[in-house]
């Protein structure tokens, strides 16, 4: 399969994916559990999981998700390609129905992104980016046939008529490390706007010319950040491991992501 027969596949999982999803947002019954790591996991979780490995088994790529994490890294790291998948970013979004909360879909190519899709179902926006033809924005696709998304969409960045240096930073864990960050752009732009959001909407409002850059000093994981770098970095954007100082790597040996920053 080529790179857009690929695209075509996750965007398609994405959205019926998110429909799976509202039906349990606009119910009463979440199905909430506690996982091992004390995050919370609802009925929309594992049914938008089960549609997304439905769809990606077509392509016989491994799939990497976060709710199937326990492949260990010595299977792992024989992956030219991967799939990483996170079926709801922004749980704790969609508990608080709040609509901030994405499914994600990356295709990873010897550590690197190839494909991105992020799906915000509640607010029916979808992006979606490839390293051959660049990134994308596509709004009311929730019923839109392929070819319709395709030529609806529009290229990031989307120029933007802000006059403020803008930062996006988290709706549920801003740290203090952050809040000295954004201090110090303070220091050297003047007045700057603060954006909050929840999930990966942050890091594709960089790719979509909202924020000039998204600060993430608290912990991640790697299907939180995978498909949203995918979407950065092919409308020109860096995601830069704050550790190495180089792009962020993927299908390490160790999923927790290091403190990062997205900006041009």
């Known amino acids: 399969m080529n790179n857009k027969e690929l695209l075509s596949i996750a965007i398609e999982a994405s959205i019926k994916a998110g429909k799976a999803i509202i039906e349990v947002y606009e119910s009463d019954d979440f199905g909430i559990e506690v996982k091992g790591d004390k995050s919370p996991l609802t009925k929309a979780d594992i049914a938008a999981d089960k549609i997304i490995r439905f769809f990606l088994a077509r392509t016989d790529i491994p799939i990497l998700s976060e709710e199937g994490k326990d492949i260990p890294y010595e299977t792992r790291k024989n992956w030219d390609y991967l799939w990483i998948v996170d079926p709801i970013d922004g749980t704790k979004e969609f508990i608080n129905k709040n609509g901030e909360f994405t499914v994600n879909i990356a295709l990873i190519k010897n550590q690197k992104t190839v494909l991105g899709v992020v799906y915000a179902p509640a607010i029916n926006e979808l992006y979606f980016s490839s390293e051959d033809n660049g990134s994308f924005k596509a709004n009311d696709v929730s019923n839109l046939a392929l070819d319709e998304i395709y030529k609806s969409a529009k290229s990031l960045p989307i120029k933007s008529k802000k006059n403020k ?100």
């Open 165 to 264: 240096y803008t930062v996006v930073a988290s709706r549920s864990h801003m740290s203090p490390e952050t809040e000295t960050y954004i201090s110090d752009l303070r220091k050297e732009h003047g007045e700057v706007e603060l954006i909050s959001k929840g999930s990966s909407l942050k890091i594709v409002m960089v790719a979509e010319g909202i924020a000039d850059c998204y600060p993430r000093f608290a912990p991640t994981m790697e299907w939180d950040t995978a498909a949203g770098q995918a979407i950065c970095e092919h409308a020109g954007f860096n995601v830069i491991d704050w550790d190495t100082k180089e792009t962020m790597k993927y299908n390490r040996k160790e999923l927790l992501n290091s403190w990062f920053l997205v900006k041009k």
